[in-house]
């Protein structure tokens, strides 16, 4: 006895999700079988076995066709009496085993009197189990002929391979995930230069420096102030960069320098969350690190942080990238991450999660040679800033910007505030990236990724904990400063670290195969949202200065002694005509008058002031307000000076005025 041979249809793979019970069924010619209506057959008719009695009438079917099951008589079931054989039908033979399928079951009696239903339509074209034409049958005996091979299907559906699940890296794949990087990044650059404004006070504070700088190494100028007693960087480094750069393409060329940064940040993110992840999570992470205030801000931004956060990401990368290296191979790093604790002493902050990355990256492949992976790069890398911090004279810097900053009154409700809405939404979404990553370890949907063996929970574990942990070291230095100053800059530093679990966090909430794509759609919109609007506000803080520049030109020269609330812009701009040394800020003032008592504080301006110190006022009644308030009350009335002008401006705090007085006598 055969059975009609049953072809499968592949139906697309989903691992992540639960079996679903399949309803009704087509054969393999797409027909679908119509059982007659109104005749109800019991179930649990139990016949006696070995029937092999078909009526008189009915023709012998030959081996190998396969009667429908749903054909007049239910499988399994007897027939009612009396059924009515359809003409041309010829009684079985005895002998002949009746195929299973075939309207009556195997074995079971048939009941006499049977009428087919009326309107049961039967197509002789449609079925391939009817007699064939030719084929000799006689009622009461048994064909003599072998029964006719079984019909072959018209077509067969090939196995499907697994294409959508390789994990085998391809060309086509790698040119796609390049090409949507490339959309991402264009995205950033667009959201970057869409920003405008005059110079911030320490964009212009950096590349005057850095003209100096340039001069003093060039020509053997005397430096105007010593920058490295306070800046937060080395001053012969990103200043001098960025300062070659403005002689020959101005500000502008200097803030795309901050672009290209920035960009090759987010490339190199993707760059190592793809050989720690895969592509999808790596696409995912970058597209939110892109969009994010700190990244926009930066990207546009003539100061350090960009310098600093490529070589953090440039670091990081070597450090995954060599994870299959001999172990020596990542020493490779230590130049690169001793160059960005120079360029911003606060990277530093970040080295021990590029160092214990070392250990986590080369534990999967190399086992206990990681952790000497690690030793040696933690060693190259202080051995290396050891010596470049005290055989250099910025251990000054080091100590009044970053290790004994003077600590703000900001609060610490304040600062988790200011904190969360600039990097709360990515955090969060690492967060959540980390814990499914615990939870479930495959990152590829193939069906062969289930035998692969992955790395276990704890080392999962602690690699979420890690990269998360990172993105909190700046909100909590901050709040132990108790000052918001930069943070908006420094939450970035440690979204870099997060981005690669955010990509995680992405994929696993759309789901395998991209069922969920509107949720990833809906993230990534409100993250770009949140963006555009915190960037355009930061851009908009200080107000524009070209209107101040244009009236106090003509008033300056290398002479005078001036005072100003941000006396790096005018600096910077009128470099060919003042320094440093000339200006006076509205922080702290140390004067002594011409009586010789020596004044400090808020007295300092008021006596400097009484006895006509500045040839030039310039206030902004932003920077300083207090300050501010004490030498306007010193001038009115003063004979020795004069209003020169008052140029109103707007920012994003609403409206403001230039207050500008010139010296009479």
């Not at 064939?132 to 077509?155: C, F, I, K, L, S």
């Not at 172990?327 to 021990?352: N, S």
Request: glycine share 10%; with cysteine; aromatic share 10%.
């Amino acid at each position: 006895m055969t059975s009609r041979p049953e072809y499968y249809t592949p139906q697309p793979y989903d691992p992540y999700a639960e079996e679903e019970q399949q309803g009704g069924w087509f054969n393999s010619d797409g027909y679908l079988p119509r059982r007659p209506r109104g005749h109800e057959v019991r179930q649990d008719y139990d016949a006696p076995h070995g029937y092999q009695q078909v009526p008189q009438g009915y023709h012998q079917v030959p081996q190998g066709y396969d009667t429908p099951q749903d054909h007049g008589v239910a499988q399994g079931h007897p027939a009612p009496q009396g059924y009515d054989t359809p003409q041309g039908y010829h009684q079985v033979p005895q002998e002949y085993d009746t195929p299973q399928d075939y309207g009556i079951a195997q074995g079971h009696p048939v009941s006499q009197g049977y009428d087919i239903p009326e309107g049961y339509g039967y197509d002789p074209g449609a079925h391939a189990y009817q007699q064939p034409d030719g084929q000799p049958a006689y009622p009461g005996q048994t064909a003599e002929e072998e029964p006719a091979a079984p019909a072959e299907p018209g077509y067969h559906v090939p196995e499907t391979p697994e294409v959508g699940w390789d994990m085998a890296a391809s060309r086509r794949r790698a040119w796609v995930s390049r090409a949507v990087l490339l959309c991402v990044l264009a995205v950033q650059a667009v959201l970057s230069l869409r920003l405008a404004n005059t110079a911030f006070q320490d964009e212009a504070l950096y590349l005057a420096a850095g003209h100096a700088e340039l001069q003093h190494l060039l020509h053997g100028t005397p430096l105007p102030i010593d920058y490295a007693a306070y800046f937060s960087g080395s001053p012969q480094l990103y200043p001098v960069l960025a300062a070659a750069v403005d002689d020959v393409l101005g500000l502008t060329g200097a803030r795309l320098l901050s672009l290209a940064f920035m960009l090759g940040t987010t490339g190199l993110l993707y760059s190592f969350t793809r050989r720690l992840f895969n592509e999808r999570a790596a696409l995912a992470g970058a597209a939110l690190f892109a969009v994010v205030q700190s990244t926009v801000v930066m990207g546009y931004f003539a100061t350090y942080d960009a310098a600093a956060v490529f070589l953090l990401a440039l670091a990081t990368w070597i450090v995954v990238r060599t994870d299959r290296a001999p172990v020596a191979a990542v020493l490779l790093a230590v130049p690169v991450a001793v160059l960005a604790v120079g360029v911003k002493y606060a990277a530093g902050l970040y080295l021990p999660t590029i160092v214990v990355l070392a250990l986590l990256t080369g534990w999967p492949h190399q086992g206990r040679k990681a952790v000497l992976r690690m030793l040696l790069l933690a060693l190259g890398i202080g051995a290396v800033l050891g010596a470049g911090m005290y055989g250099t004279d910025l251990m000054d810097g080091v100590r009044q910007t970053t290790t004994n900053r003077d600590h703000g009154s900001d609060s610490t409700a304040f600062l988790l505030q200011r904190s969360g809405e600039w990097g709360g939404l990515m955090f969060l979404t690492a967060v959540g990236g980390a814990v499914s990553y615990v939870r479930r370890s495959r990152m590829n949907e193939s069906p062969a990724a289930q035998r692969l063996g992955n790395p276990g929970w704890r080392w999962r574990a602690l690699l979420g904990l890690v990269l998360c942990g990172t993105a909190l070291l700046a909100p909590a230095y901050q709040i132990h400063l108790g000052t918001v100053v930069s943070l908006f800059k420094h939450v970035g530093f440690g979204l870099l670290f997060a981005a690669p679990m955010a990509g995680v966090g992405v994929t696993r909430l759309i789901g395998a195969h991209f069922r969920y794509p509107q949720l990833g759609i809906m993230l990534w919109t409100a993250t770009l949202c949140l963006g555009i609007s915190q960037a355009d506000w930061r851009f908009g803080v200080w107000p524009d200065s070209s209107k101040m520049i244009q009236v106090v030109d003509s008033h300056v020269d290398r002479e005078g002694h001036y005072l100003a609330s941000t006396p790096e812009v005018p600096v910077y701009y009128l470099r060919d005509k003042t320094t440093h040394r000339q200006w006076q800020g509205v922080f702290a003032l140390e004067y002594t008058d011409k009586k010789g008592t020596y004044h400090q504080g808020d007295e300092a301006y008021r006596a400097a002031l009484r006895d006509g110190e500045f040839d030039l006022i310039v206030l902004d009644g932003l920077t300083n307000p207090r300050v501010d308030a004490v030498v306007v009350d010193a001038v009115k009335g003063n004979p020795h000076y004069r209003l020169l002008a008052d140029l109103p401006f707007r920012n994003s705090s609403g409206t403001g005025h230039y207050r500008i007085w010139t010296k009479t006598s």
